[in-house]
Each structure stands twice: as C-alpha cells, then as structure tokens.
T-cell receptor
Framework: ETGVTQSPTHLIKTRGQQVTLRCSSQ?????VSWYQQALGQGPQFIFQ???????GRGNFPPRFSGLQFPNYSSELNVNALELDDSALYLC?????????????FGSGTRLTVV | SQQGEEDPQALSIQEGENATMNCSYK?????LQWYRQNSGRGLVHLIL?????REKHSGRLRVTLDTSKKSSSLLITASRAADTASYFC????????????FGKGTLLTVNP
C-alpha cells in the first residue's frame, strides 16, 4: 500500500508567476484535500475533491484552483503568486470523503515566493 | 480561521515522563483528530475520537473528549526522544463540509 506522494518537494517562484503542485493519493482513497501551512501555524483548508468534483472550499481566493483526475490524483494550481503564498502545501487523502476516518498526508511541497 | 487551540504552545519534558496536551474548540463537531508533525513535514494521523466517545486509547496514547466543555486532551505516556514533534488537534464538523480545522499546535520536546 503506497502512501500519499507530493511533487515537487521544494519550489521557488517569483511573485506574479503561476505554480502547479501535484499529489498522488493513497491506493484506494477517492478523496483528496489540500492544505496550506504557514510557518508556525496549523494547516489551513484550501479545498477538497471527491470523485473529481470539488466538495468543499476554504477561505482562499479563486486564484487557488484544483483538479482531481480519474485515478484520484490531484493538482493544486495557484495563479498570480504573492509573497504571502510562501508556505508548506500539504495534500491529504482519505476514503469516503474522510467521514470518521483519519487522513493520510503527504510530506508536502515547500513553496517560496520571492 | 483556527477552530482548535492547543495548550501549551510548547512543552519540554524528560524521557520517560508523561506529556499532556490540551485542545479547545469553538463549534460542534463530528469528530476530533490528533496529528503529529516532525520538522515541518507531513502530518501523521495518530488517533480519531468521535463526538459520542469520551476516551480512546492507542498504544501509549490516550485521548479524552469533553463535548460539553468543547475540549480534548492527548496524553503520551512514557515519552521517548522520538516523540519530539509538533502535535495538532483537528476538528471535523458535521454536514457535507468535510474539512479539518486545525489549531496552531503544541511543540513537544523530549530530552534524552
């Protein structure tokens, strides 16, 4: 059983650029969520995908968008990067939309915007 | 916005001692989960307690939940240096919104 894999592990981008982060969910999991974790803070929910559809979104602007593919892998896209977007981006997968089950998290992508 | 607030923010103990971390939250929940994070990397799920449960055990971990006080505690017994990490509580509210709402975490340092 494979865990959650995220790529890349580190990324440096310039303000105004666009970035795509990728996540492969754990085998058998059909739900993927994305979280942003600023330094010294707890993770903040960005959005969740279940069977290729968004089924929940946190307080993030529309320039944060996502996709889930038929194999349940997912992408997080961020347009017009801002300095405050610098953070650890975590992907988490679960079965059955996470209802009464814990989530399996990936190791994250460290994004630095300069 | 943060739902859970962990207390204390930082805790330093000696190996072999017990560590207790507390979490308070604001709204009604479906379940509460505890996660561990080493050195700013991925989170590891430790334990989940449902809103109709009061106590749960897993190995050296003991979690309690008091929904009337909107609080939870995580007890790690016989701590080890390898337990050094940040610990987060996360709440899942009911309904169709399946997000987890995390607190800011407790940084636990276990000294050998």
């Amino acid at each position: 059983e494979t865990g959650v894999t995220q790529s890349p592990t580190h990324l440096i981008k310039t303000r105004g650029q666009q970035v795509t982060l990728r996540c492969s969910s754990q085998s058998g999991h059909n739900t993927v969520s994305w979280y942003q974790q600023a330094l010294g803070q707890g993770p903040q929910f960005i959005f969740q995908y279940y069977r290729e559809e968004e089924n929940g979104r946190g307080n993030f602007p529309p320039r944060f968008s996502g996709l889930q593919f038929p194999n349940y892998s997912s992408e997080l896209n961020v347009n017009a990067l801002e300095l405050d977007d610098s953070a650890l981006y975590l992907c988490a997968s679960s079965g059955n939309r996470g209802q009464n089950y814990g989530y399996t998290f990936g190791s994250g992508t460290r994004l630095t915007v300069v | 916005s943060q739902q859970g607030e962990e207390d204390p923010q930082a805790l330093s103990i000696q190996e072999g001692e017990n560590a207790t971390m507390n979490c308070s939250y604001k709204t009604s929940i479906n379940n509460l989960q505890w996660y561990r994070q080493n050195s700013g990397r991925g989170l590891v799920h430790l334990i989940l307690i449902r809103s109709n449960e009061r106590e749960k055990h897993s190995g050296r971990l003991r979690v309690t939940l008091d929904t009337s006080k909107k609080s939870s505690s995580l007890l790690i017994t016989a701590s080890r240096a390898a337990d050094t990490a940040s610990y987060f509580c996360a709440t899942r509210s009911g309904g169709s919104n399946y997000k987890l709402t995390f607190g800011k975490g407790t940084l636990l340092t276990v000294n050998p």
